[in-house]
Nanobody
Framework: QVQLVESGGGLVQTGGSLRLSCAAS????????MAWFRQAPGKEREFAAA????????YYADSVKGRFTISRDNAKNTVYLQMNSLNSEDTAVYYC??????????????WGQGTQVTVSS
């Protein structure tokens, strides 16, 4: 079992930045590939970024590529999502997930409760 707790969401203006954190507890964090998904109101949950267990491979959705950076610190049991150049389409609840590597939500067994990101113009 892995427990995941996201933090760092909030209200930011268009063009601004936020860094999300996801703290993990339970079984060894370094065994798991990690990802960030997001869900906007009235829309399905969508993949944003993934990172493999060692941090050597990252994968991004086209919608965030070049603006978001996923990273991890296995010593701190934490994965991060640095979000730059935010726009209104980035407004969503952001979820951290642990499991197999890839963009499909079915790859991930463990999920956090989510953190709200709101981008205002």
């Amino acid at each position: 079992q892995v427990q995941l707790v996201e933090s760092g969401g909030g209200l930011v203006q268009t063009g601004g930045s936020l860094r999300l954190s996801c703290a993990a507890s339970g079984r060894s964090f370094s065994y798991y590939n990690m990802a960030w998904f997001r869900q906007a109101p009235g829309k399905e949950r969508e993949f944003a970024a993934a990172i493999n267990y060692s941090g050597s491979r990252m994968y991004y959705a086209d919608s965030v590529k070049g603006r978001f950076t996923i990273s991890r610190d296995n010593a701190k049991n934490t994965v991060y999502l640095q979000m730059n150049s935010l726009n209104s389409e980035d407004t969503a609840v952001y979820y951290c997930a642990a499991g197999a590597y890839g963009p499909s939500h079915s790859n991930y067994n463990y999920w956090g409760q989510g953190t709200q990101v709101t981008v205002s113009s």
